[in-house]
Nanobody, 116 residues
Framework: QVRLVESGGGLVQAGGSLRLSCAAS????????MGWYRQAPGKQREVVAT???????NYADSVKGRFTISRDNAKNTVYLQMNSLKPEDTAVYYC??????????WGQGTQVTVSS
């Protein structure tokens, strides 16, 4: 059993910052990747940033230079620092964890709302 608990969402004005956290617990072994996705109303879920174990960090073009993903492996926690937020960043943000081969886990989602 794997559990992902997200925190840090909220309401912020355009240009502001938020930091999301996602702590993983349970039967965690051989983490392949941790990352963040988001889903805006009426749109499909899209990747925001991913951090493969031992691999290169990847960012969506829309967040490059503004968002930073990081991991604390000792705490099995992944973070997303979001700066210079825009109204179009408004979405539910989901933490993603890939363990072993093909084992995907998702957090419950945290709402981020950016007002103009």
């Amino acid at each position: 059993q794997v559990r992902l608990v997200e925190s840090g969402g909220g309401l912020v004005q355009a240009g502001g910052s938020l930091r999301l956290s996602c702590a993983a617990s349970g039967s965690i072994f051989s983490i392949m990747s941790m990352g963040w996705y988001r889903q805006a109303p009426g749109k499909q879920r899209e990747v925001v940033a991913t951090m493969p174990s031992g691999g290169r960090t990847n960012y969506a073009d829309s967040v490059k230079g503004r968002f930073t993903i990081s991991r604390d492996n000792a705490k099995n926690t992944v973070y997303l620092q979001m700066n210079s937020l825009k109204p179009e960043d408004t979405a539910v943000y989901y933490c993603n964890l890939i363990i072993g081969v093909g084992n995907f886990y998702w957090g419950q989602g945290t709402q981020v709302t950016v007002s103009s």
